[in-house]
């Protein structure tokens, strides 16, 4: 199986976030910005694959600043990291006030998906191919990421 560049998995969904999207507070919830990135993680391990792919973990997901009703949401996605079947994809998000043009970072946060073959079960997945250095940084900090998840799993924390 040949390795894939990073850059093939690349996925960015843009959102305007309106009323329906949020609380009283006229912040968006929370949950939907989580949904964001779950789309466009999977979209990015997806595309890796060329196998349909499940969410199997998130890393936790901290909120920076608020997204308000009349931002324009972008939802940046890669894959940075692939085993067997597994693949961990980061997940930028950035709020622009179009107006202003103000932008800012909201949250990063880590996916890993499993893809599936055409029976349900774990099927392999190319080689992730890392053609910077900053490419090769990011896949061996996910590799610890992974390392990681695996003892605490192990370890009965998840």
Known sequence: ??????RDSRVTLTVLMGVSDANNLG????????KLCDEAGGMAATKHAR??????????MSFHSPVHI????????????????SMETRVVV???????????HTNTAYFVYVALGEEGRPIAVPPL???TEAEQDSFNRAAARQAYRLEQRRQGNL
């Open 94 to 104: 950035t709020a622009e006030r179009v107006i202003t043009g103000e932008t800012t």
């Open 51 to 60: 196998r349909p792919s499940v969410t199997v973990a998130v890393d936790s």
């Open 70 to 85: 009349g931002d324009l949401v972008t939802v940046q996605a890669e894959v940075t990291w692939v085993g067997r079947s």
């Open 1 to 6: 199986m040949n390795a894939k560049p990073v």
């Open 27 to 34: 912040n968006i919830h929370g949950g939907l910005i989580m």
């Open 129 to 131: 191919l890392c053609e």
